[in-house]
């Protein structure tokens, strides 16, 4: 692991942290800590080599502001029984918690200078358009009716080469710093840089699990270097997490800033609904649920309730929800959650970060990303194209998007050459998080795909719970959403696009305990027109030891002949 870096600078600003001590001085040059790797220019203009660890810093060099553990020296036998101990590592007051200790060592607001704002979505590689807004506003759509993107100053961060962000990020991983033991706020300069980190309601989400699927890439499908990013390891089980937090410590400021909002609302097919009601729990804001009656898990249904939501069921389908959802908060202080709000995506980016930062910087062949109202690929590809701008890497992978068939509209519109975008009518599907017709990220995902040279793939039913049944029996616990990636990734490697040894990696986005119905019933074979092919039912077996044995010698004898 690479250790943070290590720079003081003399000077009358002082900003420090138990993470960083930010110095600045427009007056006096600077001085160096005799330990640094990063040596500074006395002259005040920002000067800049990229790909270089002894880079020239601007303005605002970072260094540790708490001194590595001292190596211990085993004590001589002549030392003095009466020697004194080492010094106790520090450790905060017990009546200071972590938001004090935070707020106590901030000395100023953005000190940094990094800065974003809302712009209009553009295709075009040179947009004309001046139209912008700051975050603080709360506005949805552009003047002509299309999509926000958040923008980021990036000449602001391109004053910090690549291998700085590196030791930046890798310095947080792991800490309890507020904000950023977050996987999301660990990145904070690149998500919501202005926001004061006591407005941030967090439960340091993010930091998942990135593991080999070494059995089942092998077995299935001949591969050596298949990997899962399971997103699902979070609070509330879900990737949402990672979009939610950012959303709702906006909302958290505004609401300070008196701004007109006096909840927060979604359209859910279920995991949206349980990172809203979370978070905004946690920030002590109402929260306004809508979902499709009877097209939810129980497991999902269940944690908004729990977290204090106003639930709304309706007699409709996602996509009726989301239409229902934007009309209300045209006409009321309620605050939109959905992926139509791209602050939302600023947090979902982090995990393609993420995935780089666990492989050391070095970027895989595919990632393979469920897609439903498709703005999850997209945050994928801002989050690795973000890294190549900035100097981390030099290249980004090629991105799939893996659809069910029963929703399907982007895999036919990439079928037909991405003509003329048709929305569908969503049929029920067991990865129901993803069973929407007319996905409001259509034009951010095509983009994304079309400049990661990306393939869009589609999953039959019995295709998705198949593939969640075989990950299932080699250790994993999957959803039914991932079934539908790991389904994409058996016909391209079936077809031979994903080579045998091409670095791979799948993004699990729920955890599989909120779709424990579709298992059961999966492995109970009473899902009709299924054949269920990997089910493992209980045996049933009288209560005597004779039987019992007959069973496992039968059972035993299947698995190893020499019995």
């Known amino acids: 692991m690479r250790g943070p870096p290590m720079v003081a600078v003399a000077g009358a600003a002082t900003f420090n942290s138990p993470i960083l001590s930010l110095s600045l001085s427009p007056m006096s040059p600077p001085s160096l800590l005799h330990s640094s790797p990063f040596p500074l220019h006395p002259n005040p203009t920002p000067t800049l080599t990229l790909h270089s660890p002894r880079s020239t810093l601007p303005f605002l060099p970072i260094k540790s502001s708490t001194s590595p553990d001292p190596t211990p020296t085993p004590l001589k036998a002549s030392a003095s029984p009466d020697a004194s101990p080492p010094p106790l590592k520090h450790r905060r007051p017990a009546d200071v918690n972590i938001r004090d200790e935070a707020r106590r060592h901030s000395s100023a607001h953005n000190l940094q200078g990094f800065s974003a704002k809302y712009v209009p979505f553009n295709t075009s590689p040179a947009p004309t358009s001046t139209e912008s807004y700051s975050l603080d506003e709360i506005v949805y759509r552009s003047r002509s009716g299309g999509l926000l993107d958040v923008q980021h100053d990036m000449d602001a961060l391109k004053r910090y080469d690549g291998e700085y962000w590196k030791n930046l990020f890798d310095s947080r991983v792991g800490k309890t710093t507020w904000p950023y033991g977050s996987g999301v706020w660990s990145k904070k300069e690149w998500v919501l840089p202005e926001i004061d980190g006591d407005d941030i309601i967090s439960a ?50 505004l609401r300070k800033m008196n701004r007109p909002v006096v909840g927060v609302g979604c359209a859910s097919t279920g995991d949206t609904s349980a990172a809203l009601s979370a978070y905004c729990a946690s920030a002590g804001i109402p929260s306004i649920v809508f979902l499709p009656a009877n097209r939810i898990s129980i497991a999902q249904l269940v944690q908004p309730i729990a977290n204090g939501a106003f639930v709304l069921s309706i007699d409709t389908d996602f996509d009726g929800c989301m239409q229902l959802i934007r009309e209300v908060t045209s006409e009321l202080p309620i605050y939109l959650a959905n992926s139509l709000n791209s602050l939302r995506l600023e947090g979902q980016k982090t995990a393609a970060i993420e995935i780089l930062q666990q492989f050391d910087w070095e970027v895989p062949d595919w990632v393979i990303v469920p897609g439903g109202n498709l703005g999850n690929i997209y945050a994928f590809y801002k989050g690795f194209h973000m890294c190549r701008e900035l100097g981390l890497v030099d290249r980004i992978p090629r991105l799939v998007c893996a659809q069910a068939a029963n929703a399907n509209p982007l895999y036919l519109h990439y079928k037909s050459g991405w003509k003329d975008f048709k929305a569908v009518k969503a049929n029920t599907t067991f990865a129901s998080a993803i069973q929407i017709g007319d996905p409001v990220s259509i034009d951010r995902a095509v983009f994304a795909l079309k400049n990661s040279n990306g393939i869009v793939e589609e999953a039959t039913e019995e ?78 077996v009288n209560a005597d030891f004779g039987s019992v044995m007959d069973v496992l010698k039968k059972y035993l004898l299947s698995k190893d002949s020499k019995i």
Request: net charge neutral; charged share 20%.
């Open 204 to 253: 340091f989400e993010g930091n998942s699990n990135l593991f080999w699927a070494e059995r089942f890439g092998k077995q299935f499908l001949g591969m050596n270097d298949l990997w899962v990013k399971h997103c699902g390891i979070s609070h509330t089980g879900s990737f949402k997490d990672l979009g939610m937090t950012v959303l709702v410590s906006q909302v958290n400021r």
């Open 463 to 540: 295709e998705l719970m198949d593939a969640m049944a075989q990950a299932d029996s080699t250790g994993m616990f999957i959803c039914p959403h991932t079934g539908v990636a790991l389904t994409a990734l058996f016909k391209l490697r079936n077809s031979g696009v994903i080579g045998p040894t091409d670095r791979t990696v799948v993004v699990s986005t729920a955890h599989g305990l909120k779709f424990t119905q579709s298992k059961t019933d999966y492995h109970s074979k009473e899902i009709s027109d299924m054949a269920c092919r990997y089910a493992n039912p209980p045996v049933q």
